[in-house]
Nanobody, 122 residues
Framework: QVHVVESGGGLVQAGGSLRLSCAAS????????MGWFRQAPGKEREFVAA????????YYANSVKGRFTISRDNAKNTVYLQMNSLEPEDTAVYYC???????????????WGQGTQVTVSS
């Protein structure tokens, strides 16, 4: 299991940008594939982006491809999500967690942090 703290959310106008951070406490963070998910009001949690333990093989949901970029700094035990060209449909609580599976879209441990709220106004 990995404990994480997400930050960087906020209120932004459509077309704007935000950078989310996810700080992990686990010493073996550098061996974990990590991903971002989001949950909008009244909707199920959905996959957004993932990155392998080495920093390669990023995966993105079609809805964010070309606008969002996932990266990581293993020296800082941190994963980032750079979000550009934000749309009102991106409004949600964003969570990060360890992931698994061929396309890194499955939560590995089933545990979640408190998330960070992203609100995009039109």
């Amino acid at each position: 299991q990995v404990h994480v703290v997400e930050s960087g959310g906020g209120l932004v106008q459509a077309g704007g940008s935000l950078r989310l951070s996810c700080a992990a406490s686990r010493r073996t963070f550098s061996s974990l594939d990590m991903g971002w998910f989001r949950q909008a009001p009244g909707k199920e949690r959905e996959f957004v982006a993932a990155i392998s333990w080495s920093g390669g093989m990023p995966y993105y949901a079609n809805s964010v491809k070309g606008r969002f970029t996932i990266s990581r700094d293993n020296a800082k035990n941190t994963v980032y999500l750079q979000m550009n060209s934000l749309e009102p449909e991106d409004t949600a609580v964003y969570y990060c967690t360890a992931v698994r599976g061929a396309t890194l879209t499955i939560p590995a441990f089933g545990s979640w942090g408190q998330g960070t709220q992203v609100t995009v106004s039109s």
